[in-house]
């Protein structure tokens, strides 16, 4: 009876195995049939791949006063948002955190700082060198 039984539980049980990874398959398909037909990528978003994503790739060398002057100033130069403002003890309070978290924050976004700031066709050097432009001018 004892063998019986078992030979009932792993019959069962290859059944359940093989029910589940047809599941699996099942899932598969669905998700390639009810995928997006196209999807939106940002001029310069990393995750657009291939071309679009060119300008960070090839690592556009703008100086940080540039980037600065044209990019971030719009919000840095008056701390709108609550932006930390250019020439201030703002940069002091920021620069501690290190340029590593920084360039992380700058990059993701934080809070209403948008990610990139909002420059699309800057590469990672270049938001450095802004970001490094404005952590100098801290008073
Ligand atoms: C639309 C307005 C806006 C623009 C444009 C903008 N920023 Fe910001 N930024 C903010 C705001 C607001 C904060 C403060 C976020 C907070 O701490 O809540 C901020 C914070 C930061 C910080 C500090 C992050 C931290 O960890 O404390 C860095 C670095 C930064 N911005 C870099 C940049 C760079 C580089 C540019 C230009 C390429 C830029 N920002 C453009 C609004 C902006």
């Known amino acids: 009876m004892k063998k019986i039984t078992s030979v009932l539980f792993a019959l069962g049980l290859s059944v359940f195995l093989g029910t589940s990874a047809q599941a699996a398959n099942d899932d598969a ?4 049939r009810i995928k997006p037909v196209g ?9 657009c791949g291939g071309a679009a994503a060119a300008p960070a ?10 980037v ?3 990019k971030c100033a719009a919000c840095h130069a ?4 609550g932006a930390p403002k250019y020439a201030t003890s703002d940069w002091a309070e920021r620069g501690a955190k290190g340029l590593g978290t920084l360039m992380e924050n700058a990059i993701n976004g ?6 990139r700031g909002l420059c699309a066709d800057c590469s990672d050097k270049e938001i ?3 970001i490094k432009h404005m952590v100098n001018s801290a008073k």
């Not at 398909?29 to 390639?32: G, L």
């Not at 008056?78 to 948002?81: D, F, L, N, R, V």
């Not at 934080?110 to 990610?115: G, K």
């Open 128 to 130: 450095r060198n802004a």
């Open 78 to 81: 008056t701390g709108a948002a």
């Open 68 to 70: 600065y002057n044209t």
């Open 39 to 47: 999807s939106v990528c940002i001029e310069g978003d990393s995750s």
């Open 110 to 115: 934080l809070n209403a700082m948008p990610p």
């Open 29 to 32: 398909a669905v998700i390639e």
């Open 57 to 66: 790739a090839t690592g556009g060398s703008r100086s940080g006063e540039e």
